[in-house]
């Protein structure tokens, strides 16, 4: 193979290159070393290259980077909202995980700390981009409705997650403006006000334009949900195609699904059970049997060797490897879609008390099961009716923890069944005995964690109640 000199030195480390070129320039006696070493770095944007429409663009293309890292691009509370619910069991090596699945959350997670601070960086990040569009492209509304988008999504994501005291910052500003601490239900708000801006200002009718308002209109209802206006998030979506979805893709040259890369690559996830340990005998209570239901929305095994005659470890080398086929290495994964739409409708009938309309909703959706991930499900059959309320709010949340499976919904259920409800943490949440030793604790949120202290604003969560 044939490599280019530029190719070649940039495989040394900086010091060693430098060391390289002074001893040629020892030789041939008429390079400039200031010169050379102050050559400029074409992968670093700095400020008077992001004034211009390409730097507009260019921040635009981070903001959505860093979004897709916040769902799916990386670890993040899609997948720790996954372990604190009863979504994915722990099977890594990683204390953070154990005792997140545990419900013993400990302030100082170094996990959350960092998913804390990546959703904080897309509100950030859409800011910077936001500004620079309103400036040098304040015709592509399209781009700024999606960065409003982005923000709404962020702050969306902080309220469903995480305790009730969260500091939005603002980290456009130099130095920082801190937050103060703000309830979940003020979260919401904020992210309904940036999810109207996206509605608002996208205004074209392009297909783009189109998907940004639809997508908009979706996480909006989804904040409603969370302030208990179920009754506007179902009118919100009215219309929108079952099909539509707006998603975040991967390619194996910036990135995995991380659903598949956690889950079924690495093992440090396996796929959540009713029943729980190596020998299935720790019964886990309120937790829905994803594992061991065989629901085709969820194709799931233990991951076998040697012809099937030995069942694997997860990375643990402990617990037995169950992993799901719902997404691959580069499977698009939806950041909101029509099973959304349809799912709020339903949740509207059934609070407004027509539950036939609700089971009408669900077995439509069953009889023309939609594509997800990987699968198209097959062999859905109709749903009857419950007789009791209580167990057709289960039967519409149970459905829906199958069709939004680890795509950060589930958590922020768990939460609203508690806290509109009026369920209890010890008849929504896993209890019992964990697999990993002792029993399952009390946490029902993930924590703003003690580097927000910080922020001298913030003392802690003002309270971990859902």
């Known amino acids: 193979m044939t490599t280019s000199p530029m190719t070649f030195a940039r495989r040394w480390p900086r010091s060693m290159a430098v060391a390289i070129t002074l001893a040629s320039c020892g030789v041939l006696s008429s390079c400039n070393t200031k010169t050379l070493l102050e050559a400029d770095d074409p992968d670093l944007v700095t400020q008077p290259n992001v004034n211009s429409i390409e730097g507009a663009l260019a921040l635009r293309s981070g903001a959505l980077d860093r979004f897709r890292n916040m769902t799916g691009g990386a670890e993040s509370t899609w997948l720790f909202g996954g372990l604190l619910a009863d979504e994915w069991s722990t099977s890594s090596t990683f204390v953070q995980n154990d005792e997140t699945d545990q419900r013993r959350i400990s302030l100082d997670n170094g996990s959350i700390t960092g998913f804390l601070r990546n959703i904080s960086r897309v509100r950030t990040a859409a800011n910077q981009a936001n500004d620079a569009l309103r400036q040098y492209q304040p015709t592509n509304t399209s781009a700024i409705g999606e960065m409003y988008l982005a923000r709404g999504f962020a702050e969306f994501q902080l309220a469903s997650d995480f305790c009730n005291g969260i500091p939005l910052s603002d980290g456009t500003t130099s130095p920082v403006t801190y937050g103060t601490p703000k309830t979940n239900a003020e979260v919401f708000a904020v992210a309904l006000a940036s999810l109207d801006s996206a509605i608002a200002i996208t205004t074209g009718t392009d297909a783009f334009s189109v998907q940004i308002k639809t997508a908009a209109r979706i996480a909006r209802s989804r904040v409603l949900l969370g302030l208990n206006r179920i009754s506007d998030a179902g009118a919100g979506v009215a219309g929108i195609a079952t099909l539509f979805s707006y998603d975040h893709t991967f390619v194996t040259t910036t990135g995995d699904n991380v659903i598949w890369g956690q889950g079924a690559s690495a093992r440090r996830y396996t796929v959540g059970d009713s029943l729980e340990g190596n020998a299935r005998n720790l019964l886990v209570k309120n937790a829905i049997p994803f594992y061991s239901s065989r629901d085709p929305r969820l194709p799931s095994a233990y991951t076998t060797q040697n012809a099937g005659k030995d069942t694997v470890k997860s990375q643990d080398g402990l617990t037995y490897s169950r992993t799901t086929t719902l997404y691959a290495r580069s499977t698009s994964l939806p950041v909101t879609n029509g099973i959304d739409a349809r799912l709020i409708e339903a949740e509207a009938a059934l609070k407004a008390g027509d539950a036939a309309g609700m089971l009408a ?13 990987e699968i198209t499900p097959t062999g859905l059959a109709p749903l009857a009716l419950p007789a009791t309320a209580d167990a057709q709010l289960d039967l519409l949340f149970r459905e829906k923890a199958y069709w939004t499976f680890s795509r950060g919904q589930r958590l922020g259920d768990l939460r609203r069944l ?27 949120n993930l924590p703003v964690v003690t580097d927000e202290l910080n922020n001298p604003n913030f003392k802690g969560c003002v309270n971990r109640s859902a």
Do not use: C, E, S, W
């Not at 509109?420 to 029902?444: A, E, I, K, L, S």
């Open 418 to 444: 508690i806290r509109q409800y009026g369920r209890t943490p010890d008849n929504t949440f896993p209890v019992g005995t964990h697999y990993r030793g002792g029993t399952y604790g009390g946490d029902v």
């Open 361 to 373: 909703i669900l077995n439509a959706l069953r009889a023309a099961p939609p594509k997800i991930g």
